[in-house]
């Protein structure tokens, strides 16, 4: 009924009043002090080594509650080299190089450049999936937000005007997101552990390109939640099978008795972007579609 009294939310002030009015303090030596100052606007007390756990707390929070508010119900992650260079752009890399050897590694890298193509396929292609009916986004492109296979990524959701998620973490060398990512999905990440488990919360799909001690981290550690059962099962598309089997054996592993042969059924091979989703099509034929976050 239209005549039917309302109850608000909340009968005490929002906080943002209340850190409105507390820059407005009288300035005396106490609340000059910064001992006065607002313990969630206070920045030197936040980076005490004695709220890591807080941060913790934060970091986990901020990107959860905005990841919601887009309604993104799952992701497609892109795990990658960030040295990988785009096809247009490999022949210069490779004049560039000053000695024979920086000519080879030039040459190697130049000789994966198909990679960064098939990253920006595959993303195109998942980009497209439709919306569900409650208005949520699968198969959302997430990458770590960086150059190479990671830009393809995005590059490639961007090309069919889809949203598309980066993870950057801060690092001790200038970076910045690539031009790709959605900009009010591009979070910035203190703590590597965080990152990682933002990556695997919505995952529904993981294409791992060839890549380096990153790639490997956040590769292997997404295997073993799945080895160990503290993941269910996804696709993991491993894309690169002469550049994979050539720097880690993975068959030796289970010769050796260190894995189980079932744990290389983890693993499927591609190298391409279509046979990459033929077989996410595939994986989730029978399966319910994701649903909206709660």
């Given at each position: 009924m239209s005549d039917q009294p309302t109850v608000s939310q909340s009968k005490f002030r929002h906080a943002r009043e209340e850190a409105r009015d507390a820059k407005r303090a009288i300035s005396t030596p106490q609340t000059e002090s910064k001992s006065?100052?607002?313990?969630?606007q206070d920045t030197e007390f936040l980076l005490r080594d004695d709220l890591r756990p807080v941060r913790f707390q934060l970091e986990?929070?901020?990107?959860?509650?905005?990841?919601?508010?887009?309604?993104?119900?799952?992701?497609?992650?892109?795990?990658?080299?960030?040295?990988i260079p785009e096809p247009a752009a490999a022949q210069a890399a490779i004049d560039a190089a000053r000695t024979d050897s920086e000519r080879k590694v030039a040459e190697r890298l130049a000789a994966k450049a198909c990679y960064y193509e098939e990253a920006r396929k595959l993303a195109r292609i998942a980009a497209q999936?439709?919306?569900?009916?409650?208005?949520?986004?699968?198969?959302v492109v997430c990458s770590g937000g960086g150059p190479s296979i990671m830009e393809a990524a995005n590059r490639g959701a961007a090309d069919?005007?889809?949203?598309?998620?980066?993870?950057?973490?801060?690092?001790?060398?200038?970076?910045?997101?690539?031009p790709?990512?959605?900009?009010?999905?591009?979070?910035?990440?203190?703590?590597f552990a965080l990152r990682k488990m933002h990556f695997t919360l919505r995952a529904r799909a993981l294409a791992v390109f060839p890549g380096g001690f990153g790639t490997f981290d956040e590769f292997f550690e997404l295997?073993?939640?799945?080895q160990t059962g503290k993941m269910r099962p996804i696709p993991i598309l491993l894309f690169g099978r002469d550049?994979?089997?050539r720097v880690?054996?993975?068959?030796?592993?289970?010769?050796?008795?260190?894995?189980?042969?079932?744990?290389?059924?983890l693993i499927s091979w591609v190298e391409t972007a279509e046979e990459a989703w033929e077989i996410v099509e595939r994986f989730y034929v029978d399966a319910d579609e994701p649903g909206c976050p709660s």
């Open positions: 006065y100052t607002l313990a969630f986990l929070l901020k990107p959860e509650l905005l990841l919601d508010e887009a309604r993104i119900a799952s992701t497609f992650v892109f795990y990658g080299s960030a040295r999936f439709p919306v569900n009916a409650e208005g949520c986004r699968n198969f069919v005007g889809a949203k598309t998620i980066g993870m950057n973490i801060v690092l001790p060398h200038e970076q910045a997101p690539n790709y990512v959605t900009p009010d999905l591009s979070f910035q990440f203190h703590y295997l073993t939640l799945v550049f994979w089997t880690v054996n993975f068959e030796a592993l289970a010769e050796e008795g260190v894995i189980s042969p079932r744990d290389l059924d």
